[in-house]
């Protein structure tokens, strides 16, 4: 019988073992490193006999366990075999985000319920850690206490529905600070608190897996009345702006998010950071890293229907360079760390760059159905 690595296949260390973690048709298995050297050897079609030759350093029972082992937890793969006809399909589907996006999608696949490396005999604890606080607070910053009056919300929801798109010309018109006081509150304020059974939680007007709202929101202010250019936390319980870093120009504003120029003319941005130790203190499954992203973009439509709704135009982004964002904001991006990038400005009557509307020439350049 012939055996091939799986091209679906990572390895790393984790608390000390070497763990060989084949996906989604695998287990995550503690094994020595030498595992890493036998897989090797299969790198195409071949017997355990063939594979052995260029090992011959190794004692054969070694190579002849690793190889059983290998086989068990699906990092080594029969030839002609279901799992080996679905990793090759896997593999061709997910090459252009290969290793890091397919792993992330199928290791969190089914993922419901905490289900540990194999590691033979070791058992291994997740520490108990204490619930973080509700809301994110810099006492110590300069602060700008924003006005609790409210802008115009009351576009028929028809409207904004169908008015809303991505913009990326706007004028040079600044923001009001009762407008931007007005979309930060609607989109990012409480609305009430309720008990979970283990302490209170607060809801927004987006959902929130578990309502743990582990997103905050920091705001890089370019051209809004009575706000200087730099950047902010929204304290939302507070409903305040809170000073992090001063100064931001377009130009910065534009390198920040991948140098597209278009951010730099919006009136301003709005980070959204996962703080995710409010999201791991409740559900200690990996999979629920897609909910903080999920989460993210509940949010961005929220926030875009709204500043559609104040006469804004809204876009958002997730090309930007999360290190220098980070250090903008304040974040140490590691348990505080930006996940998107929304922002907003007046849209320009007559954008540069507005799509062409599609027209019958075009749909045949296009198949409709697959």
Known sequence: ????????????????????????????????????????AFEDWTTPDEAAKPLDHLAPETIAEAVSALADVGALLAEDGPS???????????????PEASFFHYATQNDYVDSGINTGNIDIARETAAMPPLFTGYPDAERLLLPRRRADLSTAYEKVLYDRRTHRDFTSVPVSLDTLSTLLSTVFGPV??????????????????GSRQELDAYVGALNVTGVSPGWYHYNSLQHSLELRSE??????????????????????????????ERMSVKYSTPRCYRVCLLN???????FALTATALGLGPAQTGAFVDTLLAERCTLDNTGHTPLYVLAAGYPHPEPHEAPQAATLGTFTETPLHA
């Open 84 to 98: 080996a006809a679905r990793d090759q399909d896997i593999a061709r589907h997910w090459a252009a985000w290969s």
């Open 192 to 209: 009430d608190f309720i008990d979970s059974g283990h302490g209170a939680v607060f809801r927004r007007t987006s959902p929130s897996g």
């Open 296 to 302: 993210a973009g509940h949010l961005g439509q929220t």
């Open 247 to 276: 100064g931001f120009t377009p130009d910065e504003a534009a390198h920040l998010c991948a140098d597209q120029d278009w951010a730099g003319d919006a009136a301003f941005l709005v980070v959204l950071a996962a703080r995710l």
């Open 1 to 40: 019988m012939r055996l091939r690595r799986s091209r679906c296949l990572t390895c790393y260390w984790h608390q000390g073992m070497f763990v060989v973690h084949p996906y989604p048709h695998g287990t995550p298995t503690s094994l020595h490193p030498v595992a890493a050297e036998i897989l090797s």
